[in-house]
T-cell receptor
Framework: GAGVSQTPSNKVTEKGKYVELRCDPISGHTALYWYRQSLGQGPEFLIYFQGTGAADDSGLPNDRFFAVRPEGSVSTLKIQRTERGDSAVYLC???????????FGPGTRLTVT | DAKTTQPTSMDCAEGRAANLPCNHSTISGNEYVYWYRQIHSQGPQYIIHGLKNNETNEMASLIITEDRKSSTLILPHATLRDTAVYYCIVRGYNQGGKLIFGQGTELSVKP
């Protein structure tokens, strides 16, 4: 079956611009997670949705970062006024409610120039 | 969630067993040990998890010491495709929410 998909696979943007990253979870998965991964580091948690609501957004680094999941399926991570330090691979994962296994997408590589 | 400590890197010969250690000395009674791996340029992939009994699935075996302060992930017959970064994570069961990844162990399987 289809796994988690993320678009775009690569995004290059200029410092100060706004970007949106999209995640399509596995159908039927109620939980959705965003992580980001810098070169040579493990993934770092950003935010977790259970259905439409953010159950834990403690990993969002500042108010330039925002994520939505309006219908409990697709999610969009939004970054305002991008900075060079935002350059990373942004990973999305989904899971069935109460399940332990998170299924990850291939990530979006964001480069801020 | 308890912190984990893993070696930075390991090598293994193709066809041999790969034994990846993890220390989690501050693990609490209701926390499980999870293993994920990340092949280059891909998202992490779940491997296995366990509480206190040894676990085995089609990918690997997980051996947890009796005091639960450490564990070992075993890939019984490593192949070149097992070359990846392996992450050991401790987390409460069925709590949903975040996984806290450390640096992991970079396993290189060599022919």
């Amino acid at each position: 079956g289809a796994g988690v998909s993320q678009t775009p696979s690569n995004k290059v943007t200029e410092k100060g611009k706004y970007v949106e990253l999209r995640c399509d979870p596995i159908s039927g998965h109620t939980a959705l997670y965003w992580y980001r991964q810098s070169l040579g580091q493990g993934p770092e948690f950003l935010i977790y949705f259970q259905g439409t609501g953010a159950a834990d957004d403690s990993g969002l680094p500042n108010d330039r970062f925002f994520a939505v999941r309006p219908e409990g399926s697709v999610s969009t991570l939004k970054i305002q006024r991008t900075e060079r330090g935002d350059s990373a691979v942004y990973l999305c994962a989904s899971s069935l409610e109460g399940e332990n296994e998170q299924y990850f997408g291939p990530g979006t590589r964001l480069t801020v120039t | 969630d308890a912190k984990t400590t893993q070696p930075t890197s390991m090598d293994c010969a193709e066809g041999r067993a790969a034994n990846l250690p993890c220390n989690h000395s501050t693990i609490s009674g209701n926390e499980y040990v999870y293993w994920y791996r990340q092949i280059h340029s891909q998202g992490p992939q779940y491997i296995i998890h366990g509480l206190k009994n040894n676990e085995t699935n089609e990918m690997a075996s997980l051996i947890i010491t009796e005091d639960r302060k450490s564990s070992t992930l075993i890939l019984p017959h490593a192949t070149l495709r097992d070359t990846a970064v392996y992450y050991c994570i401790v987390r409460g069961y069925n709590q949903g929410g975040k996984l806290i990844f450390g640096q992991g162990t970079e396993l290189s399987v060599k022919p």
